[in-house]
């Protein structure tokens, strides 16, 4: 068998190359990668060479024992490692390690059958042997150098998230404790430009804490505690704190009328985590003197919340990534971009969807839509509960 491997050399790596070619979809070269199969075909003949010879199990350091079981060090157990590393680096998945050597096993045996070789049961066997020592080692490698890819990923996001909320934290620190600064020398007042920009910037870290603290309780799979509130007292409660919002920003906020018999089923703390996410970025990305709206209504078993801004309109007309993390498709990148993926998983954890319409040249509707609930006749103590 050794033989024919090695007259047929050439031809059973151009046939790996071109299965390779086939299944690759990272635009990789069609040349050998450096520990891939031309490295085993070799191994493979010199195995075959030694198991003629006189010991022939000196061939078990190029190609491992048989078996499996407790890993031994050998020729093909180094450059299967290797070769595993290496399809990870191009951006191969798990399942083009093991058919990269499948491919050369059928190759040899579709070459053997057309060319009318013969292949002895104890050759066969070695090829196996080979076949199995090179997937497992180089599938354990690719495991192993993928947990660590993964693991840097991991930190250098949140590293990254970090950098980005301590910067954002201590910017709006900075500026309230300038503008205090000045107040209390008692040049201006409190009612003037420099109390304003205080206004901002107290506004802003509450919007930055409540976004990670909503963050935090997503992540850590903290129960969601929900209770029966009425609709109309929620949108009151959210009324409230954003016309402070409004007013800093130079914005009017107008709210329609609550039917008092609608409920909401939910946990008041993310829900008012997400509508007044969506509230805040109306007024950040709004002009100065625009009006914002919020409406809350029944439709058919829905309850709706809508959030109208007047940003312009989406850029792309497409709100498909405005939900991803990170993302910031104004021109103003100030914030985290963290909001809009918050606000979802926190309307998602209630049972709820959120979705936004883009209405070209005024502005998008972002609407949460919630499970229909109506107040009981008369209210009694009402506590909360823990749901998964």
């Known amino acids: 068998m050794h033989r024919f491997l090695s007259d047929n ?14 299944r690759s979809a990272t635009g990789v070269p069609g040349q050998e990668l450096d520990h891939g199969v ?4 070799d191994q493979l003949i010199k195995t075959l060479q030694v198991e003629e010879g006189a010991e022939p199990m000196r061939s078990r350091k190029v190609s491992g024992p048989a078996g499996g079981g407790r890993p031994a060090l050998s020729e093909i157990s180094e450059s299967a490692a ?7 680096t191009h951006g191969f998945t798990v399942d083009q390690v093991v058919h990269d050597y499948g491919d050369l096993c059928q190759a040899i045996s579709d070459l053997a059958f057309e060319r009318g070789a013969a292949i002895e049961t104890d050759e066969f066997r070695t090829l196996n042997r080979c076949l199995d020592n090179a997937i497992a080692h180089a599938v354990t490698e690719f495991g192993y150098q993928n947990e660590i890819v993964q693991s840097d990923r991991q930190t250098l996001a949140l590293n990254e998230r970090l950098g980005f909320f301590a910067h954002e934290l201590r910017n709006q620190l900075c500026t309230a404790t300038l503008a205090l600064s000045i107040i209390k020398e008692g040049s201006v007042g409190m009612s003037g430009a420099t ?3 205080l206004d901002r910037a107290l506004a802003g870290l509450g919007s930055l804490i ?16 929900k209770r029966l509130y009425s609709l ?14 409004a007013t800093v920003r130079g914005c009017v906020l107008v709210v329609s009328e609550v039917d008092p018999v609608l409920a909401i089923d939910v946990d008041r703390d993310l829900l008012l985590s997400a509508t ?10 709004s002009a100065p003197g625009s009006e914002i709206t919020l409406n809350a209504y029944a439709l058919a078993d829905r309850i709706l919340i809508d959030v109208e801004d007047r940003c312009g309109g989406l850029p792309s007309g497409d709100g498909a990534t405005l939900f991803q993390p990170f993302v910031q498709q104004s021109a103003d990148q100030s914030g985290l971009g963290l909001g809009l993926s918050i606000s979802q998983r926190s309307v998602e954890a209630n049972q709820g969807q959120l979705s936004v319409r883009d ?5 998008c509707v972002f609407t949460i839509s919630l499970p229909r609930h109506q107040m009981p006749p008369s209210e009694g103590p009402l506590r909360p509960r823990a749901t998964g």
């Not at 007044?276 to 990305?285: D, I, P, S």
């Not at 209405?359 to 502005?363: L, N, R």
């Open 210 to 225: 409540d976004r990670s603290l909503a963050e935090v309780r997503m992540a850590a799979g903290t129960p969601v505690q």
């Open 195 to 197: 109390a304003g920009i």
């Open 359 to 363: 209405v070209p040249g005024t502005g």
């Open 9 to 22: 050399r050439a031809e059973l790596i151009a046939r790996c190359r071109g299965k390779v070619a086939l």
């Open 38 to 41: 031309t490295v085993f075909l």
């Open 232 to 245: 109309a007292d929620f949108i009151a409660e959210i009324r409230l704190s954003a016309s402070l919002e």
């Open 82 to 88: 290797l070769h595993g590393r290496e399809l990870l």
């Open 276 to 285: 007044g996410n969506l509230l805040q970025n109306a007024f950040k990305f």
